[in-house]
């Protein structure tokens, strides 16, 4: 069974970097797109971007110019960096699994980690 | 505000059926398939129609999903209690080259 889990600070200053790790166990990274998708408190979802597994990446328009997903094979993990973050930033973080040839399906989820911007 | 339109609630009693509409454009729902996804109270989202009117193993038959043009249903039968959470559609957007969803639909079980 394929298994996510999302890891990195709960709180990050404006201004400054979030960064989000994201380690898949149960099955490989090959073979797939590896995705993060937001949802602010109370709010709806947003997707962010993903990264193929050959490290090709498209991103979420509104955020390109602020946002890098890396991946690490050898770890079986991939990670998501934004920058300059603002109070608007603050959300709930998922990373989820992206089968290859369909574009907005999402099968597999992390359980999420709250990252709340504040100073 | 969100690229697919939902309605924000919607409302049903035990053993109804209801359905939660999903609206987007050519460069969306109009061109690409739609997925729904159920989110329930402090949990992650999780699939349950995919390609339109698919379901993924384990997902009751009581979900179905539908589309026509630019727009997209969910359809819930037999209504239990435990299908009051929030309901999300997405779909890739041609004009945005990105996935995007909908502003997601609480259900409420009256």
């Known amino acids: 069974q394929v298994q996510l889990q999302e890891s990195g600070p709960g709180l990050v200053k404006p201004s400054e970097t979030l960064s989000l790790t994201c380690t898949v166990s149960?099955?490989?990274?090959?073979?797939?797109?590896w995705s993060w998708i937001r949802q602010p408190p109370g709010k709806g979802l947003e997707w962010i971007g993903y990264?193929?597994?050959?490290?090709?990446?498209n991103y979420n328009p509104s955020l390109k110019s602020r946002v890098t997903i890396s991946l690490d094979t050898s770890k079986n993990q991939f990670s998501l960096e934004l920058s300059s973050v603002t109070a608007a930033d603050t959300a709930m973080y998922y990373c989820?699994?992206?089968?290859?040839?369909?574009?907005?399906?999402?099968?597999?989820w992390g359980q999420g980690t709250l990252v709340t911007v504040s100073s | 505000q969100s690229v697919l339109t939902q309605p924000p609630s919607a409302s049903g009693t035990p053993g109804q059926r209801v359905t939660i509409s999903c609206s987007g454009s050519s460069s969306n729902i109009g061109n690409n398939y739609v997925y729904w996804y159920q989110q329930l109270p402090g949990t992650a989202p999780k699939l349950l129609i995919y390609r339109n009117n698919q379901r993924p193993s384990g997902v009751p038959d009581r979900f179905s999903g539908s589309k026509s043009g630019t727009s997209a249903s969910l359809a819930i039968s037999g209504l239990r209690s435990e299908d009051e959470v929030d309901y999300y559609c997405?779909?890739?957007?041609?004009?945005?080259?990105?996935?995007?969803f909908g502003g997601g639909t609480k259900l409420t079980v009256l």
């Open positions: 149960g099955g490989s990274i090959s073979g797939y797109f």
């Open positions: 997405a779909a890739w957007d041609d004009s945005l080259s990105g996935v995007v």
């Open positions: 990264i193929h597994y050959s490290g090709s990446t």
């Open positions: 989820a699994r992206r089968p290859a040839g369909d574009f907005a399906i999402f099968d597999y």
